[in-house]
């Protein structure tokens, strides 16, 4: 069945150095703002910005319609992931925070019958903890990294309060699945309630 369905996700947040990725399991069937929540969780965004994806020239978000006179966009809320899905790969591009830019490359392979029992979306695997949210973007980022590398740097003081327990090199995977297991309750719940809807 199509709700069976599950692809692996690989998303890669561009110009990042070490590369920051995660690796994650997810239906086939969701729609594209599920989608953008399962990114969110995956890189411990906090969603608190605009986003788009872009697959070729189709820009798909949660506004539908023209943008400021670009090409219309279509509703991340009707498009289901499995309608662009190629055969062996697809790649699509994500993104968010229309200031800051943080873009991110998705790449989705192994389109296949999800395990029996299993929740998903589910965390495989990453490396390195994704920026702070309104940091600047990449540039900004990497400034941020080397003022804090930096006791002798005017802000260092400062930066160092605004970041706490900052640590580019760590991820805390437990946190990552957490929110990507509530993903998993919240699909889960909505097919049964689906199931008994169709029996009764």
């Not at 599920?34 to 189709?58: R, S």
């Not at 389109?111 to 029992?117: K, L, N, T, V």
């Not at 990497?142 to 930066?159: N, Q, R, V, W």
Request: glycine share 8%.
């Amino acid at each position: 069945m199509p709700e069976d369905e599950i692809c692996t996700l690989r998303i890669e947040l561009c110009d990042s150095t070490p590369l920051i990725w995660r690796e994650v399991e997810i239906p086939t069937s969701v729609t594209f703002k599920v989608l953008h929540d399962i990114v969110q969780a995956a890189m411990g965004w906090h969603d608190q910005h605009l986003w788009e994806f872009q697959n070729g020239p189709t820009r798909i978000s949660a506004s539908r319609g023209a943008d400021w006179g670009g090409e219309p966009r279509v509703s991340a809320t009707k498009l289901q992931l499995r309608e662009v899905l190629r055969p062996r790969r697809t790649t699509l591009t994500y993104l968010y925070d229309f200031g800051d830019s943080w873009e991110h490359r998705l790449v989705l392979t192994k389109i296949r019958q999800g395990e029996p029992g299993v929740g998903y979306p589910r965390y495989l695997a990453g490396e390195n903890n994704a920026p702070p949210e309104d940091c600047g973007g990449i540039p900004g980022f990497y400034t941020m990294l080397e003022i804090i590398a930096d006791p002798a740097h005017p802000d260092h003081a400062s930066m160092v309060e605004w970041l706490g327990e900052y640590d580019p090199q760590a991820i805390d995977a437990s946190v990552l699945k957490m929110a990507l297991g509530r993903l998993a309750k919240r699909r889960n719940a909505a097919l049964a309630r689906r199931a008994r809807a169709t029996q009764g």
